[in-house]
């Protein structure tokens, strides 16, 4: 079996659209740019571990927050969907029985008025 040669192509396919995106000047010169951007960044907190360790340390600190807030709302959401479990077949009772006791009461409202004498049509 040969070797596959997908992934020279992907190579050769994004190096050529790289090559052809350098070919616009103003994309040269916002690389270029954000070339300079990024290696003032990584010489200044080479030297500066203070502020990097600062920076890592919140960002942590949010991540554990919304993590925190994250797991708190699944849990008030399980605690609801559990609730809503356990009542609705109560829930489901009560209707069978008060539409019985509605049925019954409709029986029981025609006797009388048919007792009484009195025609009434659906």
């Known amino acids: 079996m040969g070797k596959s040669k997908f992934?020279?192509?992907?190579?050769?396919?994004?190096l050529t659209g790289a090559l052809a995106s350098m070919m616009d000047r103003s994309t040269r010169v916002k690389l270029g740019q954000?070339?300079?951007?990024?290696k003032s960044e990584v010489e200044f907190y080479s030297k500066s571990t203070?502020?990097?360790?600062?920076?890592?340390?919140?960002?942590k600190d949010k991540?554990?927050?919304v993590v925190g807030q994250f797991t708190e709302d699944a849990t008030y959401v399980?605690?609801?969907?559990?609730?809503l479990k356990l009542l609705t077949p109560q829930v489901k009772d009560?209707?069978?029985?008060?539409?019985?006791?509605?049925?019954?009461s409709k029986d029981e409202y025609k006797s009388?008025?048919?007792?009484?004498?009195?025609?009434?049509?659906?």
């Open 112 to 122: 009388i008025v048919n007792e009484s004498g009195l025609n009434i049509k659906k």
């Open 34 to 38: 954000r070339i300079k951007f990024i």
């Open 78 to 83: 399980k605690e609801k969907v559990d609730e």
């Open 7 to 14: 992934g020279t192509f992907i190579m050769i396919g994004a």
């Open 50 to 59: 203070d502020v990097l360790k600062i920076k890592f340390e919140e960002k």
């Open 94 to 104: 009560m209707v069978s029985e008060t539409k019985e006791t509605f049925t019954e």
């Open 63 to 65: 991540i554990q927050s």
